[in-house]
């Protein structure tokens, strides 16, 4: 599992943002998390419908505490969590899948500018196909892999036994599964989505 976590050499790093941008997705890379979340903030303006999807790497740069507590943005996490899935389920699931801005993490980067995101529920991937007019994915560089089948083993190898402990802990349900996997090849809107690469072991 060890290989999954090294960090990325800057020449990679480059050479993988080159082919994020041919692809229409920006990119930028900092050496630490406090330039990255300084970043984050410039891009995202005040007042803006946001949902920060749930992240480990979020979580651990304290953006997903900013947005939701700090009345600069309008957080549809904060709304989502006030209502009642019962009675309230569709309307909850038109939320999450079109917030103005979605901010979240993925599984891997390939160093010809493919995104892989997995998920259990798949209630983050709407946003992130087509949903939200803005995405920013922050992402250690330790995520970026040679290719699709390499982004999928690290999937199954290292993200799906990490997030099944996490889930396990969160919400006392028996593990996760690779329900959904997202692969973004391309984007055909320039500049819709945004990946701020850091230079540090975070997430999954």
Do not use: C
């Amino acid at each position: 599992m060890d290989k999954w976590k090294k960090l990325s050499d800057k020449k990679t790093v480059e050479k993988t943002i080159k082919a994020l941008k041919e692809n229409n997705i920006e990119a930028y890379y900092f050496n630490t998390s406090k330039e990255a979340k300084k970043k984050i903030f410039e891009i995202i303006p005040e007042k803006a419908e946001i949902m920060n999807m749930t992240s480990v790497t979020l979580e651990t740069m304290n953006v997903a505490k900013e947005i939701q507590e700090s009345n600069k943005y309008i957080p549809i996490r904060n709304k989502l969590m006030s209502m009642d899935r019962k009675t309230q389920s569709r309307e909850m699931q038109k939320l999450g899948s079109s917030p103005d801005y979605a901010i979240g993490s993925v599984h891997a980067v390939t160093e010809k500018g493919e995104i892989l995101i997995a998920s259990n529920t798949g209630s983050q991937l709407p946003a992130y196909s087509y949903g939200s007019d803005h995405v920013i994915f922050v992402v250690g560089t330790q995520k970026i892999v040679k290719n699709t089948e390499q982004g999928i083993k690290r999937i199954y190898e290292y993200s799906l036994p990490l997030e099944s402990e996490r889930a396990k802990k969160a919400y006392g349900v028996p593990g996760s599964f690779v329900s959904k996997i997202l692969i973004i090849n391309r984007e055909i809107k320039p500049g819709r989505i945004i990946i701020i690469f850091i230079n540090e072991n975070l997430g999954f």
